[in-house]
Nanobody
Framework: VQLQASGGGLVQAGGSLRLSCGVS????????IAWFRQAPGKEREGVSC????????YYADSVLGRFTISRNNAKNTVYLQMSNLKPEDTAVYYC???????????????????????WGQGTQVTVSS
């Protein structure tokens, strides 16, 4: 099973990017998905997460109103639409998958950090001022 994060790049402040998290070898519909990011010298922090069926989402305060998480289970892909990007959004972004035993359960970021079943390899997002 592989979790693949993609879509990062270099963008000016105020710009937008869309990250994708795809999986091969597993049915993503059984997993809640979270996006994390890690800037140099800082701890990995949760950005957003979505339940397995997509009805429930959560956003960190720092991205609320600017980022939108969504998923297409038919395509086995989760997206993170990032708008109005700021230099402080610069980081490597990772997606993580956590198996959930019931529909629409939304695990905490700490649950992903300690118990995620799969992690993607990360995609670099750089926002210039």
């Amino acid at each position: 099973v592989q979790l693949q994060a993609s879509g990062g790049g270099l963008v000016q402040a105020g710009g937008s990017l869309r990250l994708s998290c795809g999986v091969s070898g597993e049915n993503l519909a059984s997993f809640a998905i979270a996006w994390f990011r890690q800037a140099p010298g800082k701890e990995r922090e949760g950005v957003s997460c979505v339940s397995n069926v997509g009805y429930s989402q959560y956003y960190a305060d720092s991205v609320l109103g600017r980022f939108t998480i969504s998923r297409n289970n038919a395509k086995n892909t989760v997206y993170l639409q990032m708008s109005n990007l700021k230099p402080e959004d610069t980081a490597v972004y990772y997606c993580a998958a956590l198996f959930t035993h019931e529909d629409d359960l939304l695990p905490t970021f700490d649950s992903f950090l300690t118990s995620a079943d799969y992690w993607g390899q990360g995609t670099q997002v750089t926002v210039s001022s």
